[in-house]
């Protein structure tokens, strides 16, 4: 069965840092989304991703947050200067159609230091 | 206000015991998705369900049934006699067609089964 593949799995880094968590979602998949958990906490939206563009992004998902399609099969989210309450797992998503559902990833456990 | 409500935490139950994982929901959409997620220990979310709002057939998979009904806007969820691997944190989720497609979900249900 295809997969969203996530990468790391795990990643530490100091706070002010920036990282960049890379997803290669279902290749004929065309909504993109990032997701995020706070331990113990309910998973909030972040970001969807269409056609190239943002197609909604939450209040969470300000400044210092980007996404990115660098080429035809990754999708990117980078956190500019990583805060402690940064860290939380990260899940990315696709979907073939909207409201299809989405398949996850295993999510990218952040820790901010 | 939230949009999906768990008000189930934490549920214990013993090995081979029936368990309803209930969730609540709130749109003001005609069409919506509701969804069931599994989160295990190893934190992956795994999909268990999608429900569009015009089809409220129950529906049954294996040892999981979930009865949606829209005239108390609920979506629960039921394991028949339950197993140590149920063991998991369970999600249910909202989208909206009005909305985009962004998912809503609610708290989790923890869900404990003892051996």
């Known amino acids: 069965e295809p997969e969203v593949t996530q990468t790391p799995s795990h990643q530490v880094t100091q706070m002010g840092q920036e990282v960049i968590l890379r997803c290669v979602p279902i290749?004929?998949?065309?909504?993109f989304y990032w997701y995020r958990q706070i331990l113990g906490q309910k998973v909030e939206f972040l970001v969807s991703?269409?056609?190239?563009?943002?197609?909604?992004k939450s209040e969470i998902f300000d400044d210092q947050f980007s996404v990115e399609r660098p080429d035809g099969s990754n999708f990117t989210l980078k956190i500019r200067s990583t805060k402690l309450e940064d860290s939380a797992m990260y899940f990315c998503a696709s979907s073939e159609a909207q409201i299809l559902g989405y398949t996850f990833g295993s999510g990218t456990r952040l820790t901010v230091v | 206000a939230q949009k999906v409500t768990q008000a189930q935490t934490e549920i214990s139950v013993v090995e081979k015991e029936d368990v309803t994982l209930d969730c609540v929901y709130e749109?003001?959409?005609?069409?919506?998705?509701l969804f069931w997620y599994k989160q295990p220990p190893s934190g992956e979310l795994v999909f268990l369900i999608r429900r569009n709002s015009f089809d409220e057939q129950n529906e049954i998979s294996g040892r999981y049934s979930w009865n949606f009904q829209k005239s108390t806007s609920s979506f629960n969820f039921t394991i028949t006699a339950s197993q140590v691997v149920d063991s998991a944190v369970y999600f249910c989720?909202?989208?909206?067609?009005?909305?985009?497609?962004?998912?809503?979900f609610g708290t989790g249900t923890s869900l404990t089964v003892i051996p």
């Open positions: 989720a909202l989208s909206e067609a009005g909305t985009g497609n962004q998912f809503y």
């Open positions: 290749s004929n998949h065309l909504y």
């Open positions: 749109t003001r959409d005609t069409t919506y998705y």
């Open positions: 991703f269409y056609n190239n563009e943002i197609s909604e």
